[in-house]
C-alpha cells in the first residue's frame, strides 16, 4: 500500500498531539502540541479540509497565548522560602501519600514519615509547598541527601538551585560543607550534576559530591 507524504504529515501530527498529552510539565505540553497542531493545521489546508486546518490553527494559537503567559510570569521575580518541617507533622504525612508515586522511585515513603532526619524542610516558591528536602548526617561535615523532591510542576530546576547555590548557608551554618547523594536513577544522576554534584568512587560504590563554598 502506497501512503503519500500528506497521510504521513498527518500521521506525524498526530503522534506528536498524543506525545504532548503524555507530559507532566504543562510547558511541555504547550510546546509539543504547539508543533503537532501546527502540523495538524499545514495538513489541514494543504488536503483542502478548512476545518481542520482553522481548528488546529486556532489551537496553536492557543498555545502561544498560554506559552507567552507562562514565560512572562516566569521573567517576574518568584518567592522562594525554606520552612522547616516539625517533627509528627500531619501535613508532611499527607504530603508523602498524595506524592508516593513519584517519591517510590527515590525513597520508600513509610520510612520518611518517621523524619528522623537532621535536616528536613520543604522548598515554596510563591507560597506553595513545592518540594521536599531530607538529610542526614553522614559524618563530621557532611550531610548525605536522603530525598530532594520536587512536585512534578515545579521542576525547572529553580528549586534546586536555590537550594543548592541561595540557600548553601542553611546547611552551612548547621555545620555541612560537603553534600553527598547516592543513586542509580539517570533521571537523579542528571539533575545533580546540574546543581554542581560531581561523581566519587569510594569502597567501590559511586556518589555524588557537592562541596559547599
Not at 511541555?28 to 481542520?52: D, E, Q
Not at 508516593?100 to 528522623?116: F, Q, R, V
Amino acid at each position: 500500500m502506497n501512503i503519500d507524504w500528506l497521510e504521513w504529515l498527518g500521521y506525524l501530527a498526530s503522534l506528536i498531539v498524543l506525545i504532548s498529552l503524555l507530559m507532566s510539565s504543562i510547558i511541555k505540553l504547550r510546546w509539543i502540541n504547539l508543533v503537532g497542531s501546527s502540523l495538524f493545521s499545514l495538513y489541514g489546508f494543504l488536503i483542502g479540509a478548512l476545518p481542520v486546518g482553522l481548528m488546529n490553527l486556532g489551537i496553536a494559537m492557543i498555545n502561544v497565548y498560554y506559552l507567552v503567559k507562562i514565560y512572562n510570569a516566569s521573567a517576574k521575580k518568584e518567592y522562594f522560602k525554606i520552612l522547616s518541617i516539625e517533627k509528627d507533622s500531619e501535613y508532611f504525612h499527607h504530603f508523602l501519600t498524595y506524592y508516593k508515586e513519584g517519591i517510590n522511585k527515590y525513597a520508600d515513603p513509610s520510612k520518611l514519615k518517621e523524619n528522623t532526619y537532621d535536616v528536613s524542610f520543604y522548598i515554596l516558591r510563591n507560597m506553595v509547598p513545592a518540594g521536599v528536602f531530607l538529610g542526614t548526617k553522614h559524618d563530621e561535615g557532611t550531610l548525605k541527601v536522603e530525598l530532594d523532591f520536587v512536585i512534578p510542576e515545579y521542576r525547572d530546576f529553580k528549586i534546586g538551585s536555590f537550594v543548592y547555590e541561595d540557600s548553601k548557608d542553611h546547611f552551612i551554618n548547621k555545620g555541612y560543607r560537603r553534600l553527598i547523594s547516592y543513586t542509580t536513577s539517570d533521571d537523579h544522576i542528571e539533575y545533580l550534576r546540574k546543581m554542581g554534584f560531581q561523581e566519587k568512587q569510594a569502597d567501590g560504590s559511586k556518589y555524588f559530591e557537592k562541596l559547599l563554598k
